[in-house]
Structures are given as structure tokens and as C-alpha cells.
């Protein structure tokens, strides 16, 4: 199933006539949009500046023989999400493949026994009850917790915020003391969450790992919600990947918004956004032309491009663009795809059918890697995640080979390619440690910079992945600037869609969700008081004269 249509302008041209929507962005989030709202029987077109629709959701056979993933690869979040999951994708081609072991996390490269997460809890509290019997308990008690409120704690992560309805779960399942206790323990240090929970480190080094798929300091406040968030979808489902490559994901998502009735075209770059009557009436695309919007323009593009580029400096308010000069992007990635003549020799066995694992630091080497990235050091020994592609989906490459890859962060404000190619050659370094004769095996190998990344998809600008950090001061109400922490904008009938808007990166569709029932709702006829409230609450936060 192809993820473009045949054509680069898409299959069928652009009217003259409004739309009820135009999506700014043929990503994932993007296409959650079109679909949720061309299902509401809206018109609805998605206009996507590459030639292939998906954004950071791509794959492609750089190697002969070898189906690679050109950004994301595996999808926790896309497997639990709510917006996701509504959508029936497994109906329109999506297959979802798992390894036998979830993920690993070696000590150090002289570590034979590396503790693994299991696809069974029993299993894994058991392997870890080998290692102290308290960590074994202590597991099964997290994961028994994490069932009692996944749903409510899932529902107020992704969905739109305020999380009314999943705060209110909370509070109703856990009571109040229990429930004041456990938002404590989400908002720790990752290093003090494991310290208060267990003893022997290679199970703390099970969450911390996970922590640092943000880029959250070890120490910092917040980081531990995300090691336990990955930790607990880990063990409830794995880390899934589309059968065939990520690109599947993205030829579901397509498939899945066309036969509701939303036309997705490639290879339409947008230049500009049109506000008339102070409103967003439609966009104007590199080629010049006009596409008007009856009732939304939505936005699956980081929020610095959309203020500062998408629209004039007349169409936001002062304060708005000095918040965006405060805008924090997260730290460059270098991702090295491997395409690999022979399975790779781990010194820890239990590590060769893991999807992923996590390489190159114990926790002491965590701390001292988050210290390079934030002191602009490049690191000597990165800290990586490592993909194990063929050993989670049989269809990557031919039996007996594997396709894999590694990513790991250059520090803030370092993007050059002698520093990206300089940390690759690290990142093969700590893999020979930890698998001797790693190298020997690679039949192809090629490095993504940050400029590779950028150029491939205009939304991971400098290498950022996900649309901005997500450290404490730009998440929830603070994202991607402070006000509501909602997809509206300043501007009526604009809509910020990206990862850029709560609840941020991630491969989840909760932006697009969001953004796109924040339309419809605003559309109804019993919708004016909503919009005059925000209206107001936009002109208290910017000082807009209206």
C-alpha cells in the first residue's frame, strides 16, 4: 500500500471551491485530523510538503534488502493511544509484529546478564526477584497499580487538557490520600523514583533508560513520569512496530482518512497562512494558489514555524512572539542505521531478542551523558537507544541478517556534521563494546545528522524529534508558550495540531485528535459560548486589543 498517492501533487487537484479544512501537514498527527474530521462529513484537504505523507513515521529500503525506519520506529504510545486505537487502523493494512523480549539494559559492556522486561510481568518480576527478591515484589506491585489506573492516568496524558475527566478517575479510584501520594511519585527524578521503589541496579536501570527517551535530566523533576510511563506500556504490550516498516503506519493513516473522504496531496508545500475578518480563511501554497477554509485551518507543524513563518507579525499579539523567542527545542538527534550480514554477538545473550536496548551508561554514565548534552560536550561515550528492527518484525531483512540502528543527542545548539559524524563513530565504539565483533558484521551502515533529518522532514528543525522539550516548562499549560495548553490559538479558526501542542511528541495522535475536535466543537451551533470564552482568555494571557 503505497503512502503517497501516484502523483506528487496528490490524485486529485486542488479546487478553486472552499473546504471546510485545510490540514497544514500530511504527518500522523495530520492525518488524524483529516480522518477524525472528514468522518464528521466535513471537506477536508491535507496539503504535505514532502512527496511521501507521514512526516517522522517513514521507512525505506536505503540497503538492498534491508527495510529501514527513517525517524520513529517503535510505537508504546500508538499501541495504548485512545486517538489511535479509535481508529480501526488494523482494518485498512496496519499489522503490529513485537520482539520476544521487550527491551534490556546492560550495566556495562562487561555485563553478561542484563536485566530484559519480558512480555509476561510474572516473568520479569521473577528474573528480578533472582536479583533481590524485594524488586520482584516491588514490580508486580507497580504493574498491579499501573492496571488499577491506566485507563484515567492514559485518559489525562492523551487527551486534551485540562484532563477534567481523568483527574476525576483518579480521585474516585485512589481516594484522595492515595491520590495525592501517587502525583508525587509521578513528578520525581527518575534517579529518586527508582531509589524509593528499588534496590539492585540494574532494575532502576529498567525505568531510568526509558526516562531518557525525553530529555529530561536524571534529576530533574518530571523525568520520572516518563520511565514509568515506558516502562509500565512496555510490560502491558511491548514495544510494537508496523509489519513491513513504519511507513505501513502512515499507509494505514492515509488509507484510513481517504476512505472517509479527506484528500491527502503530496508535494504541496504551504508558504502562508490567510487570516480575512480576523479569522484563518485558508492557506496559500508555494505554487501560489489558494485553498480557502470554510471552518478550520489546522496546523500539524511546530509552533516557532506556523508564528513566525505561516503568519505576518501583524496577525500575533507582542507578548505571544516574545514567549516564542523563549521556545526551547529538544536536543539534535544522529541516528546510524545498520544493516547488519549476521545477528549481533551481545555478550549478554537474553539481549539478541530484544526489540530494544538501552546502551552506553549505568547510572552514574546517565547523569554524566545528560551533563554533556546540557554543557555542550559532545559525548565520549553516548548514552543510545539501539533498535534490533528484523529480530521485532522477520520482514526488515532476510533471515539470519538484521536491520538495526542506533540514536543517541548532540548537545543544544550543536548541529554540525563533523560532530554528528564524530558521535556516530562513538556510537559504533560503545556497540563494539558491548557485542564484540559488532563491526565486522556491518554490511552497510549510514548516518541521518540533524541536517539530514531537518532537510527529510521540515518539523525536526536542527534534529529535534519531538517538536520541542519536554521538560517541565514547556509542557502542559506551558506548551509550546504559556496559556492554555489547548490547540486553539490566538487567531479564530486556526489550530495548532503538531507535537508542538500538549501533550507533545510521541507517536500517539493526540495533537491531531485534540486539534481536530477543538473544530468541531467550536463549529456547532452551541459552540459560541466556548469561543467567546477562549476569545476572552486569549486576550487576558497576549493583551490583545480586540
Known sequence: MPVSSPTPGGSAPLDAEPVDAVIIGGGHNGLVSAALLADHGWDVVVLEAQDTAGGAVRSAELVPGYRMDLFSAFYPMAGASPALRGLGLEDHGLRWSRAPIVYGHPRSPEDTDAAVVHPDAEITAEALARRDARDGRTWMRLVEQWRQVREHLLGSFLGPFPPVRGAAGLWRDLGSADLFRYLRFLMLPVGRMVDEQFHDEAAKLLIMGNAMHADVPVDAPGSGVYGYLLTMLAQEGGFPVPVGGAGALSAALVHRAESAGARVHCGQPVERVVIRNGRADGVITAAGQMVRARKAVIADIDAPTLYTRLLADADLPQRLRADLERFTWDAPTVKVNYALSEPIPWRSKQLREAGTVHLGADRAGLARWTTDIGTGVVPHTPFMLFGQMT???????????????????????????????????????????????????????????????????????????????????????????????????????????????????????????????????????????RRKLLSRLHTALYDIDR
Open 391 to 529: 529480530t521485532a518484525d522477520p520482514s526488515r531483512s532476510a533471515p539470519g541478517t538484521e536491520s538495526a540502528w542506533a540514536y543517541t543527542h548532540l548537545p543544544r545548539g550543536v548541529t554540525d556534521d563533523a560532530a554528528a559524524d564524530l558521535l556516530a563513530e562513538r556510537v559504533d565504539a560503545v556497540l563494539e563494546a558491548h557485542a564484540p565483533g559488532f563491526g565486522s558484521r556491518i554490511h552497510a551502515r549510514i548516518v541521518q545528522r540533524p541536517s539530514d533529518l531537518h532537510s527529510a522532514d521540515g518539523n525536526l528543525v536542527g534534529g529535534a524529534v519531538n517538536g520541542g522539550t519536554s521538560q517541565l516548562h514547556q509542557q502542559l499549560v506551558f506548551r509550546p508558550v504559556p496559556g492554555l495548553g489547548r490547540p486553539e490559538t490566538v487567531v479564530p479558526g486556526l489550530y495548532l495540531g503538531s507535537a508542538s501542542a500538549h501533550p507533545g511528541g510521541g507517536v500517539h495522535g493526540t495533537c491531531g485528535a485534540n486539534a481536530a475536535r477543538a473544530a468541531l466543537a467550536d463549529s456547532r451551533p452551541t459552540g459560541w459560548p
